[in-house]
């Protein structure tokens, strides 16, 4: 099973935001973007919770993304079993949500006005035709794959107009979409189809995997230099650790021995891939750069000679 992490996108978020000042004008829309990001993770992980039942009946992939055509598309969840391809796409919307089958509309209405959304349904049959292709130009045998839109909050209220059993079949509680699958599991064992080698697939899916991404900062014309130094306290959060053979918070006097390391985090998810004994003396706001560079050295980087420069562990 390869299990939920968190966003390369979300830990961008979750660091930028400590690191600008108060006052910055993209401190709105990367709250904003932070908050959207977060309630999609919790709903994949309520929906994973239900899912991770049928580990060991099958390989469960979750946060998968791959590249068909040189463009990159992203799975909420896989399964995989001996017969067949079922892809779980996870909706994390409060209220009441209307799937429209006359109009072919989704809309939702969270109790002070309704908005209309992309239809999952579109996007999830979209999915579906990646997935073929991917597996078809990497040299897969054709397999059955179906798919699922699962609704993480159960307080969620799904309303149909048209047709209710199409949506029926595949729109569901994230709790319900495991009876679903092996309700089509046993409908198709022992058809005669040839079984899926789901381990080696799965394997396969992930050595292919990509990780989804896009520069956070550029998109809300955030620059590098607006990102201030310094080391955070991991007790009270302040920024302006002072470092006295450990570093120390001014405003809480919590001593913290390696609260650098979530420094060197920030800096290759906000910065750069790499970093020099000067960028580190500057970001950690030391006055030593042989502190700085022992403090490289014993944080599990690795230094590339050529270049001088320090690179994390793959």
């Known amino acids: 099973m390869k299990r939920r992490t968190k966003s390369l996108v979300l830990q961008k978020l979750e660091a930028a935001i400590p690191r600008l000042p108060a006052n910055h004008p993209g401190i709105p829309e990367l709250r904003h973007e932070l908050a959207k990001e977060l309630k999609g993770y919790i709903g994949e992980k309520k929906v994973d919770y239900f899912l991770e039942e049928l580990d060991g009946k099958c390989t469960i992939l979750q946060g998968i993304c791959l590249r068909i055509n040189n463009k990159k598309f992203q799975i909420d969840t896989l399964l995989l079993t001996e017969n067949a391809i079922y892809i779980v796409e996870i909706k994390n919307y409060s209220g009441t949500i209307t799937f429209d089958t006359i109009l072919n509309q989704f809309t939702q209405n969270d109790g002070e006005k309704e908005k209309g959304y992309r239809h999952p349904i579109t996007q999830a049959e979209l999915q579906k035709i990646r997935l073929g292709n991917w597996l078809q130009e990497h040299d897969f045998q054709s397999f059955p794959i179906y798919f699922f839109i699962a609704i993480s909050d159960a307080a969620t209220i799904i309303k149909v107009i048209g047709d209710t059993s199409y949506i029926s079949r595949l729109v569901a509680q994230g709790e319900h979409i495991p009876g679903k699958i ?69 405003k809480c006097n919590h001593i913290s021995k390696n609260a650098h390391y979530k420094a060197f985090s920030d800096y290759f998810l906000l910065i750069k891939s790499s970093i020099s004994n000067s960028e580190c003396g500057h970001f950690l706001k030391l006055h030593s750069r042989h502190i700085a560079h022992r403090m490289l050295k014993e944080s599990g980087l690795i230094l590339k000679k050529e270049s001088r420069r320090w690179v994390k562990r793959v």
């Open 182 to 250: 092996l309700e089509i599991e046993r409908g198709i064992a022992g058809s005669g189809m040839d079984r899926l080698n789901h381990r080696q697939l799965g394997n396969r899916l992930l050595q292919e995997s990509e990780e989804y991404d896009f520069d956070i900062l550029g998109k809300y014309g955030i620059k590098h230099n607006n990102m201030l130094p310094g080391v955070h306290c991991p007790k009270c959060g302040v920024l302006g650790m002072t470092r006295q053979r450990k570093w120390h918070c001014k």
